[in-house]
């Protein structure tokens, strides 16, 4: 066990060892490290998680290591070695198979240098591309003097004639920029253009402006292009490291609007342990930014795991209980087919659209009724009693959703207006330091509360979901004990948190708080923790 | 001036002063970022002589975002939706360039008519013609340039007179195919769009069996 353990450790600091490990192990080893990893390791509870919050400098100072070792090893400047590794989905060790490989082909596919080479290789890439297709013919006949052609664009013409920018068809320009390829546009355009693929299509990898032209714009050519605009080129530095962060599976963005912190998560990163755990994270930025590591779902979903969280969000969302709370209450008028809800009254129907009648029970016209005192001489036993029972079936299904949709919902909105009973908790405890002679550090006992009641609120919530999800069985009757259990603590402790305060009072008041805030956590685990592993 | 609306004016009038290329560009009203482009059908191909038509819309961001451009004349194209004229074709999205012009997006819509890819349709039911009976692709082409792009008609076609539709030919279909169906009592209109949704052309009515047709109509 103790080597098992160690194996664990490197695996979860070694990164660069990383796939060798997963090699060795087979699945099921690699799910026991996960358990050994988090108990003894840091000898906290068994559904803490180890994460740790990274700031946007932080990751650029990781992205900024791997960019120092690729332009160390290969002998390029940095902003090369940069879009090389972004080219390689920032994948170290396989860029530098590739490259050793073979270098000219892997700088090609990274926008680093054309396609064409002048002498000996260019007539090869002649022949090849002008079977491929015609088009490009013209382009590799420029080819043939390529290196001639870049050099005189590069010197005499700037005296012989104007320079007209190809896309603003401005000649007064007299600034103009060109990436390696030679394409000259004026500035104005560049930055434009950068501007708009940045801002726009949120895109780190700046293509030539030229049609075809697959050269890539270096960090400091568009640091460059954007001039003044440093608010586009944090952003293009922010999506840089999105790109980084999004190639590593250790890592996850911060899914709050505009946060742009990362969390590294190693021990929630793989599918096999999102069945046993649940990897809530926070970040640095801001307390409530928490969320689940292994789904993205912006809210601490415990104690139901990944996979059910997401089914019942889906299930929350689409219109199937529509649909069943319609099935169970309405039946289609057999000639036009529009939705009847029949409210009351009798079996001779008119359907409001088509004014066609019929008869509810039977749903054939009314009009072979005739007389028949409001009783349906077409009654069909068995077929009567078949449609009852898949009537009364959608309906109990139905009932059954929505008593566990009704709590969830409601303890959705309750941990809302928690956040209300915050600022109105503040005055309180400003008012209680005024009238009893408690210090501020006293008081604070009701601001934990609140919190307290606040994290329970959101457990309970995700409870109900599971309870959906449950078999019927003593477990699960075990389970809702628990949940009763939590329920009521949260209920109490809510109600005291809400009651009023004279100065008599207000010591008992903070006792009984108090007391009812420490015992919370331990109903709050066992509710939720005992039963993980029954989903 | 904004360099946008100077690039527009200057595209528009180099389209002007160019005849030779047969490619025009007008004013829908009176912004210059609406536009109406046209050009003759490729030669040789069944857009030989027809007159197409093309809604030009230039964006804010232009010419650093792509031009928006849809065909206003019916083409009969695997590439270009036959009820809505959307145009599939790479330029116009993923693969646009600043340095595109107008000019240069009409050229490759003229050549993307001499070269359809069926493997990458906007109508399928288009392609899917196209895959199994390429002349009778190029029959209703043929046909849809005649009727909507003023194009020559067919010396057999002409017959019925060039104003009348003839939903048969519009469809791609044989007319003795939708006779015999028709013989059985469904509508003539009905016939025409199952046949025409089941591909009922080429060897693909050796395929189908009457049964499988009759059941469709049925629905």
């Not at chain 1, 070792?69 to 879009?83: C, K, Q, R, Y």
């Not at chain 2, 030669?43 to 030989?48: K, L, Q, R, V």
């Not at chain 2, 196209?130 to 190029?138: G, H, K, P, Q």
């Not at chain 2, 059985?184 to 009457?210: C, M, P």
Request: net charge negative; with cysteine; hydrophobic share 35%.
């Amino acid at each position: 066990m103790s080597s098992d353990y160690e194996l664990s450790d490197n695996e979860y600091y070694d990164e660069e060892d990383d796939e060798v490990m997963y090699v060795d192990d087979d699945g099921s080893a690699s799910e026991m490290d996960v358990d050994f990893r988090i108990s003894p390791a840091s000898k906290s509870k068994s559904y803490e998680i180890d994460y740790e919050s990274l700031t946007q400098a932080q990751v650029e100072k990781l992205i900024g290591q791997d960019v120092e070792d690729i332009s160390g090893i290969f002998g390029v400047e940095p902003d090369t070695a940069s879009l090389l590794l972004r080219n390689f989905n920032w994948n170290k060790e396989k860029l530098i198979e590739k490259y050793m490989d073979n270098a000219t082909s892997v700088s090609i596919a990274a926008g680093l240098a054309l396609p064409e080479k002048p002498e000996a290789s260019s007539s090869r890439f002649e022949a090849s591309s002008g079977s491929r297709r015609p088009t490009r013919r013209s382009t590799a006949e420029q080819a043939k003097s390529g290196k001639a052609k870049i050099l005189e664009r590069l010197t005499p013409p700037a005296d012989e004639q104007p320079f007209v920018c190809p896309i603003c068809f401005d000649d007064t320009q007299t600034k103009t920029m060109a990436l390696a390829c030679g394409h000259k546009f004026c500035t104005e355009c560049w930055s434009a253009y950068t501007t708009s693929k940045i801002r726009t299509e949120g895109e780190h990898w700046i293509t030539c402006m030229a049609e075809d032209c697959k050269l890539v714009a270096t960090d400091e050519f568009v640091k460059k292009a954007l001039g003044s605009d440093t608010s586009a080129f944090a952003r293009y530095q922010e999506l840089v490291v999105r790109h980084f962060v999004s190639c590593n599976k250790n890592l996850k963005y911060c899914p709050y609007p505009s946060c742009t912190h990362t969390v590294s998560c190693p021990s929630g990163a793989s599918k096999s342990a999102l069945t046993t755990i649940v990897p809530i994270v926070g970040c640095g930025a801001n307390t409530a930014h928490k969320f689940c590591f292994g789904c993205n779902i912006d809210a601490d979903h415990r104690p139901v795991v990944c996979g059910v969280a997401k089914m019942w969000l889906q299930k929350c969302q689409d219109d199937s209980e529509t649909a069943n709370w319609i099935k169970s209450n309405t039946k289609e008028c057999s000639k036009c087919q529009s939705t009847i809800e029949k409210n009351g009254g009798c079996n001779h129907m008119t359907c409001k659209k088509c004014k066609y009648e019929f008869c509810w029970v039977c749903m054939g016209p009314w009009s072979e009724h005739g007389t028949a005192w409001y009783s349906c001489n077409r009654y069909d036993e068995k077929a009567s009693i078949d449609a009852r029972d898949a009537q009364s079936r959608s309906r109990a299904s139905l009932e059954r959703y929505l008593h566990y949709y009704n709590r969830w919902a409601n303890h959705e909105q309750s941990a809302k207006l928690s956040m209300e009973l915050y600022s109105r908790t503040e005055r309180k405890m400003e008012e209680m330091q005024i009238t009893s002679d408690m210090t501020w550090i006293e008081v604070q006992f009701m601001k934990k509360a609140v919190d307290e009641v606040f994290k329970c609120r959101m457990t309970l919530k995700w409870t109900y979901a599971m309870a959906y999800y449950l078999e019927k069985n003593n477990q699960k009757e075990l389970f809702e004990d628990n949940q009763r259990d939590l329920e009521r603590a949260v209920e109490e402790l809510s109600e005291l948190i809400e009651s009023s305060i004279d100065p008599e009072s207000a010591l008992a008041l903070r006792q009984k708080v108090t007391d009812k805030t420490v015992r919370l956590p331990v109903v709050w685990q066992s509710t939720g923790f005992d039963h993980l592993h029954l989903s | 001036m904004d360099a946008r609306l100077r690039r527009v004016n200057k595209e528009i009038k180099d389209c002007k002063s160019d005849e030779a290329s047969n490619i025009t560009v007008d004013l829908v009203g009176n912004s210059p970022f609406h536009l109406k482009g046209s050009f003759l059908g490729p030669e040789g191909t069944p857009y030989e002589g027809g007159h197409f038509q093309v809604d030009i819309v230039i964006p804010d961001s232009y010419p650093f975002q792509p031009v928006k451009m849809k065909f206003i004349t019916k083409v009969y194209h695997p590439n270009v939706s036959s009820a809505s004229g959307a145009i599939c074709l790479d330029i116009l999205k993923d693969a646009w360039s600043p340095v595109l012009t107008l000019k240069s997006t009409l050229i490759s819509l003229q050549s993307l008519l001499c070269s359809p890819e069926p493997n990458d349709p906007q109508d399928a039911e288009v392609a899917k013609h196209y895959m199994t009976s390429r002349a009778s692709f190029e029959e209703t082409a043929r046909y849809w340039t005649h009727i909507y792009a003023g194009g020559p008609g067919k010396s057999g076609m002409a017959k019925g007179g060039v104003d009348t539709k003839d939903e048969v030919a519009m469809a791609g279909l044989e007319k003795a195919h939708v006779d015999k169906f028709e013989a059985l009592g469904f509508e003539r209109s009905k016939v025409i769009d199952v046949l025409r949704r089941l591909n009922y052309r080429g060897a693909n009515v050796a395929k189908l069996n009457d049964d499988r047709i009759v059941e469709e109509l049925l629905k």
